[in-house]
């Protein structure tokens, strides 16, 4: 049974940057589809960003690209989101997941789930 678990959060004014980490125990990632996805109060969970299981194919919404970057190291077991000059909106609580199978960029059916991070952007 693969558990994950996210670190990184906290607050953070506009504009700045934080990264969040994803660390796998029992199991390895590395033939994983990775994916990123936040939830704010009152909104349905999103998806924000996914990572195939070879690190060569990267998926972003919109409203994050440019801005968020998502990596990760099969050595470590670890999966990475770098966000760079956030907004207020990006305000939520962020989870990541681990799915097997093909790769669907933006699916929300995955395995594995994260019990989440807060993240927390002021204006």
């Known amino acids: 049974q693969v558990q994950l678990v996210e670190s990184g959060g906290g607050l953070v004014q506009a504009g700045g940057s934080l990264r969040l980490s994803c660390v796998a125990s029992g199991g390895t990632l590395s033939r994983e589809h990775m994916g990123w996805f936040r939830q704010a109060p009152g909104k349905e969970r999103e998806i924000v960003a996914s990572i195939m299981w070879t690190g060569t194919t990267t998926y972003y919404r919109p409203s994050v690209k440019g801005r968020f970057t998502i990596s990760r190291d099969n050595a470590k077991n670890t999966v990475y989101l770098q966000m760079n000059s956030l907004k207020p909106d990006d305000t939520a609580v962020y989870y990541c997941?681990?799915?097997?199978?093909?790769?669907?960029?933006?699916?929300?059916?995955?395995?594995?789930w994260g019990q989440g991070t807060q993240v927390t952007v002021s204006s």
């Open positions: 997941a681990a799915r097997s199978g093909y790769w669907v960029a933006t699916t929300y059916d995955y395995d594995y």
